[in-house]
């Protein structure tokens, strides 16, 4: 969706370094934001994103306008696996739908051998896993890991949004993830226990409100209690009017 | 759906004649049937089949198990055009979702330039159409006419069905086509009053019951009154417990 951060970049470094052409879509998709989410404040920054991708050396930048990605008239859409509507499916729920779908038309325009998503949106890339299996579409997807600030922040172009006291709060997330990341390395095991404390320390930091805090099977997105590795720690919470996402992987 | 006949075979033909590699699915698809349709009894004769493609001059066969198609688990599928709520989907209303999502899992799998589809189902075309533009699918999709018998059936897999005297009858569905179509020709435009004499012909020739009876722009499947060529005529009756689609095209 543009107003590209290290994050993005450095998915179109890991496929220039890997495939003869890169492309990379920049398209803030309309269908994907439910009335009342961010679609007409999202940073949008295409002639900076641009330079930024010729530096990578990125081949091609595809950039169309809405009207080009949805003529009048336009009414088929991917009705997305059953595992969108947990999580962020819950508070989202026509998200994965929009996404589902622009990944399919932007994947049959472009045409790409290996397409590569950032681990930042955890369930999109489970998502689109599952949809390119069920719908046997010829790509492979490869995803690359979180980018953080210095800070410990996951790079996120809605970061921006953040005043500087907020940015103090969003710490917090990452610093739940970690904590309780090396408790479960630690051998604790207790899903509900586990839960409780993210929720606390989240509460604890001062975030605005909390949409999930999970600890779930890495591909079924089950909740995982008693928690068997691996298992993905997911959180998403408001900090402000700022919804952000973050999550890591605990594995054996 | 295989069980071919020459309607199915001149597809194969078409694209014989105009490809360089003809590749024919062959695929009973359960998710297009509701319960209490005729998947179960539906004709299949594989070996036949292959037999009468290999004379044909095709390439390659593609005749997947239903337990290959639809792994378990799978969930993902294609919400078809609002085309497909009309007509057929009145009366089938799952039918274009299984369809879309099948030819689009084939599209993805075969990887074809050109699909052919035959005019016989008619609808299906169009949804096949308007599926292919809304998701940039990257196939070119080819309509073959109607192939009939001699008396002027057109050919379905589903005719096997028919007993001497409900072919008979079901004859009367390409007779009404003519009739109607040469009065179109002729200068009639009152669309209500060829919808009236289509229905009475259909029931005089003894159709058991109609589905639907219908004059409609070719391209958006609307209600055409006053009639403006080109139109499409569409019929769908059941003759005993047989369920027949027949159509033609009107134009100046």
Chains 1, 2 share one sequence.
Do not use: W
């Not at 951060?5 to 370094?17: F, I, M």
């Not at 309309?30 to 009342?36: D, I, L």
């Not at 604790?188 to 993210?198: A, P």
């Amino acid at each position: 969706m543009g107003a590209l951060h290290e994050g993005h970049l450095s998915l179109a470094r890991a496929s220039v370094a890997e495939s003869d052409v890169t492309v990379v879509t920049i398209f803030v998709n309309p269908t994907q934001f439910a009335p009342g989410e961010d679609l007409d404040k999202y940073p949008r920054r295409l002639e900076e994103d641009v330079k930024l991708l010729g530096e990578v050396g990125v081949d091609h930048v595809f950039c169309p306008e809405a009207e080009t990605m949805y003529a009048p008239g336009s009414s088929t859409s991917v009705s997305p696996p059953k595992i969108s509507r947990k999580l962020e499916g819950e508070f989202r729920p026509t998200h994965f739908g929009g996404v589902a779908t622009i990944v399919l038309k932007l994947f049959n325009i472009v045409a790409p051998d290996v397409a590569y998503f950032g681990q930042k949106d955890y369930q999109q890339v489970v998502v689109v896993k599952q949809m390119v299996r069920d719908l046997n579409v010829p790509v492979e997807v490869r995803t690359c890991p979180i980018v953080r600030d210095n800070d410990g922040l996951a790079l996120s172009s809605r970061n921006i949004y953040l005043s500087p006291e907020e940015r103090e709060v969003a710490l917090t997330i990452n610093r739940t993830l970690s904590h309780v990341r090396q408790q479960i390395l630690d051998g604790q095991r207790d899903g509900f226990e586990v839960l409780t404390e993210m929720r606390q320390m989240l509460i604890d930091g001062g975030v605005t409100s909390i949409d999930y805090a999970a600890v779930v099977n890495p591909d079924t997105l089950e909740s995982a209690d008693p928690i068997q590795l691996p298992v993905a720690l997911l959180i998403a919470v408001y900090v402000g009017k700022t919804r952000l996402i973050d999550n890591c992987l605990v594995t054996a």
